[in-house]
């Protein structure tokens, strides 16, 4: 078993970056970024890399404009090396969007690539739109072809202008004004590939084999002759068709065996917009797509152009993969360290719910893209959700050993999370993804992607593997990615004059159709380590969170959000994208604590219409009856609290506290009462939320009873039975004293 070391903790420090940096150069991964083109449309064979097409050429048709050059200007290899090669300032250099040394691309000012046809086969016509600054009609340049590169490391050099070897052939003094001209005043050059067993006439490009082809433009004069670098991509001729073979431009019955995944990220309006237009204008080439399902939703809510957008893109998605993401970007190690499970639950559920909704679409939660925040442990937790497989960026990957691996690793290994369960992972190109954002010319950029997969895919033709351009990179024009599109479109379809040679596929099913390492005879399993960062400590926001969410629970069960109360799912959705922001991984402590105070204010304004207002009094006749209480609630939909009343002379028979549903508007409830005792008295009113843990207002109003309770009724007649009974005894008592004292006064007998 091949098995690098377990992870290691801590930021990548400049000794491992130095480390990944070295092998990468000695194993031939690294490539350079130089100037090189894109093509366009021209036949059925033509990888299009932008709009401006010259007219096409198929087999048997006349040769095009290019005829126009003269047959002096034209002269076949004779053992001379071409001028330019060892081109000025292409040392390495360390690209900041890859992190990787790569050549310093040469570029010349005066020349610029319109559009270029990359991949062709036998009988098609190589097309070429160039633009020259400064150019007049004595302006002159030349075209040179040079023999295919041998491998990844030479592409990479010939990028900057070098290694490009003796010319197969070159296209001197062709002047400007003998070409035609575009409508975007570019000038046209087109050529004849040459068919088998065909002597190839003076107007042909001579890429007879399959390969990656650099070809040099230089301008005539130019001190130095600095030369605008492109390749051209000669494809397999296919077998000849059979009975039963599939159609001419359809997909080929068994796929090639180099897989291709574009992942593309969804940044503001108009990455949507881009990324919408181009998924629309390939419906056959799956891409997958990172979408931010805070930002897009915000877009979706910006007004009738932002939905629109959206909808658009909803559309456009066709069978491309929609990766899960959280809410927001979270530090997904801190969280894990910190045991906030039902927050990073939370984060993933509302990232879920949003993004199918607004997209339509089913979303994958099987694939994870890693970044520096996921150490073992946050990996652990996300295979416990789901997770299934990781991207892994090439440069937190651990390096790879040259002898065993001296061609780039385009077949899924294994990482493991900190219990030792194994996921299969695949690293992102990141030298593909400089490639992406190297100029801001699309034709150019996509043309360096294009051929550079050429290169990786002949390495190892007939071995099902795949590569995962990461498209998420900055300053990366739409034009770009659609140019990109175009090509793995003409390279994964069969013609009549090309073989595939690639398949555009979803991440997913990049690992489905790739055989991964360990997995052929004789050979031992991969497990790699990765770079990750220390999870940082959360402070007081543990605490802070725990405190927001009792409240934000409170609520819900106070406002009851659901698809008949729009007005309080609307409520609570806004307060859990507060406490969901304050997750983002770039906030600082205080950036934090505001946005949780924030929800603490957004629960308090949602709660504040439902009170009680001014009661009034009442007056009872009798011992027992009903009372009025008035209650508010100014919300558009129902509402659940709990009313509480206090007295020291009403009994309340259904209790003190009853839980009601409050109709918006004014609410008039009736609570039954039995009166101990007669006269005037206050009875408390607290209105709350169903779990008392707010109060939502108070009031008072007061009773006047003129009934006599029960009690005081049998009181009173204890009270008027004993007060007529001491009268009785006392009069007898009155009425024999009288009769004691008359018989004594009486004189005695004589």
Do not use: C
Request: proline share 8%; no cysteine.
């Amino acid at each position: 078993m091949w098995r690098t070391n377990r992870p290691v903790a801590g930021r990548t420090s400049t000794g491992l970056l130095v480390t990944v940096l070295v092998t990468m150069l000695v194993t031939g991964l690294v490539i350079g970024v130089g100037a090189i083109g894109i093509g366009v449309a021209g036949g059925v064979a033509s990888g299009v890399a932008s709009g401006v097409n010259g007219p096409s050429g198929t087999a048997g048709s006349p040769i095009p404009a290019v005829a126009q050059i003269s047959q002096a200007s034209i002269s076949q290899a004779s053992g001379s090396q071409a001028s330019g090669n060892q081109a000025p300032g292409n040392q390495a250099t360390l690209n900041q969007a890859s992190a990787i040394p790569i050549p310093r691309p040469v570029s010349n000012p005066r020349i610029s690539l319109q559009s270029q046809t990359t991949f062709v086969g036998a009988g098609d016509t190589f097309d070429m739109v160039i633009a020259l600054a400064e150019a007049t009609a004595d302006t002159r340049f030349s075209l040179a072809l040079y023999p295919p590169v041998s491998s990844r490391i030479q592409f990479g050099q010939t990028l900057g202008a070098r290694q490009l070897g003796t010319p197969l052939q070159r296209f001197d003094g062709i002047a400007v004004s003998d070409l035609p001209a575009t409508e975007t005043g570019g000038i046209a050059i087109s050529l004849r590939v040459p068919e088998p067993d065909v002597t190839p006439g003076p107007f042909t490009l001579l890429v007879t084999e399959p390969g990656v082809y650099p070809i040099t433009i230089t301008v005539d004069g130019d001190a130095p002759a600095t030369p605008l670098v492109t390749h051209v991509v000669r494809l397999a001729v296919p077998d000849a068709p059979s009975v039963d073979a599939p159609p001419v431009d359809a997909p080929p019955v068994d796929a090639p065996a180099f897989s291709v995944g574009m992942l593309l990220d969804l940044a503001g309006s108009d990455g949507v917009e881009g990324v919408t237009t181009a998924l629309a204008a390939h419906p056959g080439v799956p891409v997958t797509i990172r979408a931010s399902p805070e930002s897009l939703q915000a877009l979706a809510g910006s007004g009738p152009t932002g939905a629109t957008t959206v909808a658009n893109l909803a559309t456009a998605i066709g069978e491309s993969e929609v990766l899960l993401d959280t809410w927001v970007p979270v530090d997904m190690g801190s969280l894990v360290a910190a045991s906030l499970d039902t927050f990073i639950d939370r984060q993933l559920l509302t990232g879920a719910s949003t993004l199918q909704q607004l997209l339509g679409t089913t979303v994958s939660g099987s694939t994870w893209v890693m970044d520096p925040t996921v150490d073992p442990a946050a990996l652990d937790a996300l295979a416990s959700r789901g997770v299934a497989r990781v991207v892994l960026p090439e440069g937190m990957a651990e390096p790879l050993d040259s002898n065993q691996f001296p061609v780039t690793l385009t077949r899924p290994f294994t990482i493991a999370t900190s219990t030792d369960t194994e996921l299969p992972a695949m690293q992102s190109d990141l030298v593909l993804s400089a490639l992406l954002e190297s100029s801001q010319q699309p034709a150019l950029a996509a043309n360096r992607v294009l051929a550079d997969l050429a290169v990786v895919a002949l390495d190892l033709a007939d071995l099902p593997r795949g590569v995962i351009v990461d498209a998420t990179v900055p300053n990366v024009p739409d034009a770009t990615i659609s140019a990109v599109l175009d090509g793995l479109q003409v390279a994964s379809r069969r013609t009549a004059t090309i073989e595939p040679l690639m398949q555009a596929r979803s991440v997913g099913d990049v690992f489905a159709n790739t055989v991964a390492v360990g997995d052929l005879d004789g050979e031992d399993d991969l497990v790699r380590s990765w770079t990750f960062d220390d999870p940082e400590p959360l402070g007081a926001f543990p605490g802070q969170l725990a405190d927001v969410d009792a409240r934000t629970a409170t609520l819900i069960g106070t406002v009851m959000p659901g698809p008949l109360a729009p007005e309080a799912s609307a409520t609570v959705g806004a307060v859990n994208q507060l406490v969901l922001a304050s997750g983002r991984r770039s906030l600082d402590g205080t950036e934090r604590t505001n946005l949780l105070t924030d929800a603490e204010v957004a629960i308090g304004a949602a709660l504040a219409p439902i009170g009680v207002p001014e009661q009034g009094s009442i007056t009872l006749t009798a011992d027992a009856g009903v009372i009025p209480v008035t209650l508010q609630n100014g919300r558009a939909d129902p509402v659940r609290v709990q009313l509480e009343l206090t007295s020291d002379k009403l009994d309340f028979p259904d209790g003190d506290a009853v839980e009601l549903i409050l109709e918006p508007g004014t609410n008039r409830r009736e609570v039954a009462v039995q009166v101990r005792a007669s006269g005037g008295f206050p009875v408390e009113i607290r209105l709350s939320t169903p779990d008392s843990a707010i109060q939502l207002g108070e009031g008072r109003f007061t009773v006047r009873s003129t009934a006599i309770s029960g009690t005081g009724l049998a009181l009173s007649i204890v009270a008027g039975v004993f007060l007529a009974g001491w009268w009785a005894v006392h009069l007898r008592s009155a009425r024999r004293s009288k009769q004691l004292v008359s018989v004594g006064t009486q004189p005695p007998e004589q």
